[in-house]
Structure formats: structure tokens, C-alpha cells
């Protein structure tokens, strides 16, 4: 089992609809859990964070966490093209809290 | 600096040289990160600073990689003879405490000829 789990995809959605990009991870004693974005060809941006069970919401981004389940979703309201791209799941191991990443899913939304 | 900033932004080589890729953190930032990307995969670890020393290098694939952060600042990973494997986007990260908000540069491409 991989420590950090994505489904590559791509996933496609329409302009406007709402994207859900899912990750599990395999470590129980994780803190944290961050979300990047990565558009080709560029480095990985972070646009997301979240330490708490529950929901967390910046803008059309809503980082949802379930500890018990080792679940960590990304919501993307009112998807625009812009939004193209390779969205990486980041979780620091417990204890050194080297950061293990999935191998990102990628998403396409269609104009 | 306002980011991290790695250098150079390209980098070949031969078959059998040693490179020095570079990696200037965010100012203030005590954690930093080294990773390599290969295309279509996710960052892979290498290697986590903290302060001048290494915290975790548990992701060095061999001991032709060897990493540097005398000052606990500006960091140094060095690859003596390179092979064509080692192409890859090699990535840097800082962030202000281990498990927090860790922040990339724009990655050195490294290509083994």
C-alpha cells in the first residue's frame, strides 16, 4: 500500500461544475495535510491546508479531513478552465515529517 | 528573499560529471525540502533539513547524492557521476516549522547526456 494514494485520472468536469479530488493516506499519526497545484511544466503551488477534522474553505476551494477514515479531499466550486491542471496531495510522515506526495490527479475542465 | 529560489533553472551534463544544484530558502524558514520529479509522477523525497542538519535523508537513492546546509540557510545537493537516470526536475521546498506550510521554487532541470 502506497503511503499517499491518488487516483491519477484525468478527471473531467465542465466549466462551472464542481471538481472533487479525493486522497488516502496510510500514516495515522499525520498532523497535517496540504493540497497543491501544479500546471505543466511549473513547480507544485500550495493552495490549500488543513490540520482539523472537517471542513476548511478559502474561496472555491474547500479542503474536507476525515482522521478516522485517513481521508483528505479537495473541492473546486465554479471550475474554470484555468483550473486545468495536476492537483497533488502532500501528507508529513508523524515523527520526521518528511512530506510524502501522491502522484496527483490530473483534471481537465472543459470550456 | 519573497521565495524560495533555486539555481540554475537548467542544468546538462555529462554521463560521469558531478553537479551542484542550489537552493535558497524563503528567509526565516528553518525546514527545507529537496525532491526529484520524474515526468507523470508525484515529488519524490530526498532529503529534509531542519536547522543545519539532515533530519531525514532516508530518500537519498545512493551515496552519489549528498546534501549540504552548513549555515541552516542556503542549501547544496551534490550528485558525483551522474548517470542518465538521474534526469529529472530536482525540487526545493522551505517552510517556517517541520509540518507546515512548505513552499517550492521553481525546480532545477537536470538532464544527464
Known amino acids: 500500500q502506497k503511503e499517499v494514494e491518488q487516483n491519477s485520472g484525468p478527471l473531467s468536469v465542465p466549466e462551472g461544475a464542481i471538481a472533487s479530488l479525493n486522497c488516502t493516506y496510510s500514516?495515522?499519526?499525520?498532523?497535517?495535510f496540504f493540497w497543491y497545484r501544479q500546471y505543466s511544466g511549473k513547480s507544485p503551488e500550495l493552495i490549500m491546508s488543513?490540520?482539523?477534522?472537517g471542513d476548511k474553505e478559502d474561496g472555491r476551494f474547500t479542503a474536507q479531513l476525515n482522521k478516522a477514515s485517513q481521508y483528505v479531499s479537495l473541492l473546486i466550486r465554479d471550475s474554470q478552465p484555468s483550473d486545468s491542471a495536476t492537483y497533488l496531495c502532500?501528507?508529513?510522515?508523524?515523527?520526521?515529517?518528511?512530506?510524502?506526495f501522491g502522484t496527483g490527479t490530473r483534471l481537465k475542465v472543459l470550456a | 528573499g519573497a521565495g524560495v529560489s533555486q539555481t540554475p533553472s537548467n542544468k546538462v551534463t555529462e554521463k560521469g560529471k558531478y553537479v551542484e544544484l542550489r537552493c535558497d530558502p524563503i528567509?526565516?524558514?528553518?525546514?527545507l525540502y529537496w525532491y526529484r520529479q520524474s515526468l507523470g509522477q508525484g515529488p519524490e523525497f530526498l532529503i529534509y533539513?531542519?536547522?543545519?542538519?539532515?533530519?531525514?535523508d532516508s530518500g537519498l537513492p545512493n551515496d552519489r547524492f549528498f546534501a549540504v546546509r552548513p549555515e541552516g540557510s542556503v542549501s547544496t545537493l551534490k550528485i558525483q557521476r551522474t548517470e542518465r537516470g538521474d534526469s529529472a526536475v530536482y525540487l526545493c521546498?522551505?517552510?517556517?516549522?517541520?509540518?507546515?506550510?512548505?513552499?517550492f521554487g521553481q525546480g532545477t532541470r537536470l538532464t544527464v547526456v
Open positions: 521546498a522551505s517552510s517556517g516549522q517541520a509540518g507546515t506550510e512548505a513552499f
Open positions: 533539513f531542519q536547522g543545519t542538519g539532515a533530519a531525514d
Open positions: 500514516d495515522r499519526g499525520s498532523q497535517s
Open positions: 502532500a501528507v508529513p510522515t508523524s515523527g520526521t515529517y518528511k512530506y510524502i
Open positions: 488543513i490540520y482539523s477534522n
Open positions: 528567509s526565516g524558514h528553518t525546514a
